[in-house]
């Protein structure tokens, strides 16, 4: 049984690292694309809330300090698949647009006393969408349609460690190598006059670092507070940006091209994270996280129609609030339903990027989920996440997006270092 489930889980991890879940949003042109969140299978259902959690039979990459209470007989592995339907709405216009795929894969294990090592694949950002507009020139016989499209993204692997300073006080760090691409493309079509293509390319391959704390106090004989933080050090990507221009005319078979090079154009911003936690018993817990990245202290390559430059004020600081909780009832129950772990959770979030000078949309967000234990005849630790979220995504004369997603995860809880007593 445990070959055929790292047999799966390996296998998940592969397929996922080229493959991300996905994006159909306009706004996804805009920056490095939409931010992922990084929470996974058992923190998705609170809404991603998970700066300040720490359980030993869950991963929670969130915050490496979170390594250190994995125990000593434990291996983790988890992994998921998300899917997202949005219905976009423009003046009135409404189109609905699905994607889905593998969402992520992390595991965890004990290396030695209060020390535990995490590893896995996560997405960071995703781009991809397609939609194009109409111009009427002044002759009325004569319009112009330009198309935008796009697709990429970054992925991060990662291998961290979470260590147990003192009983209440953990530390770790997560060390991650991003990779991937944006391809950005504006096309204008006219038969009177000459096409035009702009093309935007920049290819990611660089590393980012999480640095985590938490500290666990005991308040009463079932009750325990915990305080997280995370940091993440900005940095050049050390990536350059390219835009070529492609004009041509089918009518003399004329095609001229124009290419110029950004270097060193793009970069992370640092970002803080504070979150706090409440534990009552293993049968209730609740958090609040907050979170700011620093976008706007970066430039960012801009084309203003003449020149394809670093500007700055095109990105701006992005903050991130979540709360959620779970509610066990009974863990050992004969009741079903009384096991299964329910989750439920909100958040708001700012934009990182300006749209023509305006603000982007914010977002606002509602998710419940459910932590199904699965049982057979040697294990009951495993468990089946399923989450819902739903995100309302809008800013004045905007698109509106309203996004149904869900994810479906496998966390496999597996005692790997027990020793078998033979009498």
């Given at each position: 049984m445990n070959k055929m489930i790292v047999g799966l889980v390996l296998a998940t991890m592969a397929t996922t690292a080229f493959a991300q879940s996905g994006s159909n949003s306009p706004y996804s042109q805009y920056g490095l694309g939409d931010l992922v969140d990084e929470s996974v299978g058992f923190n998705k259902g609170m809404n991603g809330v998970g700066l300040a959690m720490r359980k030993g039979y869950e991963v929670n990459p969130m915050n490496p300090a979170s390594y250190s209470v994995i125990d000593s007989v434990t291996m983790i592995f988890d992994a998921g698949l998300s899917g997202q339907i949005t219905n976009y709405n423009e003046n009135g216009t409404k189109v609905n647009a699905k994607n889905g795929g593998f969402d992520y894969a992390v595991a965890l294990f004990r290396l030695i006393r209060n020390v535990g090592v995490s590893f896995g694949i996560r997405p960071y950002s995703n781009i991809g969408y397609k939609y194009y507009?109409?111009?009427?020139?002044?002759?009325?016989?004569?319009?112009?349609?330009?198309?935008?499209?796009?697709?990429?993204?970054?992925?991060?692997?990662?291998?961290?460690?979470?260590?147990?300073?003192?009983?209440?006080?953990?530390?770790?760090?997560?060390?991650?190598?991003?990779?991937?691409?944006?391809?950005?493309?504006?096309?204008?079509?006219?038969?009177?006059?000459?096409?035009?293509?702009?093309?935007?390319?920049?290819?990611?391959?660089?590393?980012?670092?999480?640095?985590?704390?938490?500290?666990?106090?005991?308040?009463?004989?079932?009750?325990?507070?915990?305080?997280?933080?995370?940091?993440?050090?900005?940095?050049?990507?050390?990536?350059?940006?390219?835009?070529?221009?492609i004009s041509s005319n089918a009518t003399i078979n004329k095609k001229d091209t124009t290419t110029q090079v950004i270097k060193d154009a793009l970069s992370l911003p640092t970002s803080i994270g504070i979150g706090l936690s409440y534990n009552h018993a293993n049968k209730f817990r609740a958090g609040i996280d907050f979170t700011m990245k620093k976008w706007g202290s970066l430039d960012f390559p801009v084309d203003d129609g003449n020149t394809y430059s670093l500007k700055k004020?095109?990105?701006?600081?992005?903050?991130?609030?979540?709360?959620?909780?779970?509610?066990?009832?009974?863990?050992?129950?004969?009741?079903?339903?009384?096991?299964?772990?329910?989750?439920?959770?909100?958040?708001?979030?700012?934009?990182?990027?300006?749209?023509?000078?305006?603000?982007?949309?914010?977002?606002?967000?509602?998710?419940?989920?459910?932590?199904?234990?699965?049982?057979?005849?040697?294990?009951?630790?495993?468990?089946?996440?399923i989450s819902a979220q739903y995100v309302h995504r809008a800013a004045e004369n905007l698109i509106k997006e309203n996004t149904f997603g869900f994810t479906i995860g496998l966390t496999f809880n597996e005692k790997w270092f027990a020793k078998w007593k033979v009498e």
């Open positions: 507009t109409v111009t009427r020139l002044n002759d009325a016989n004569t319009s112009v349609s330009c198309t935008y499209a796009g697709n990429g993204g970054i992925h991060q692997l990662y291998l961290g460690t979470g260590i147990r300073i003192i009983k209440p006080l953990s530390v770790g760090f997560n060390i991650a190598y991003l990779w991937g691409e944006y391809d950005r493309n504006i096309s204008t079509n006219n038969s009177s006059i000459n096409n035009l293509s702009k093309q935007y390319f920049a290819d990611i391959s660089n590393y980012k670092l999480d640095i985590g704390l938490q500290y666990e106090q005991k308040i009463a004989k079932n009750d325990y507070l915990t305080i997280g933080a995370t940091w993440t050090p900005g940095h050049s990507l050390k990536s350059d940006a390219t835009r070529s221009i004020g095109v990105l701006k600081d992005n903050v991130r609030f979540n709360a959620g909780a779970e509610i066990l009832p009974r863990i050992m129950s004969r009741n079903f339903f009384e096991r299964i772990r329910y989750r439920f959770g909100v958040g708001y979030s700012t934009p990182y990027y300006y749209i023509n000078g305006q603000e982007g949309p914010k977002d606002f967000s509602a998710s419940i989920g459910f932590g199904i234990p699965i049982m057979n005849g040697y294990n009951s630790r495993s468990v089946l996440n």
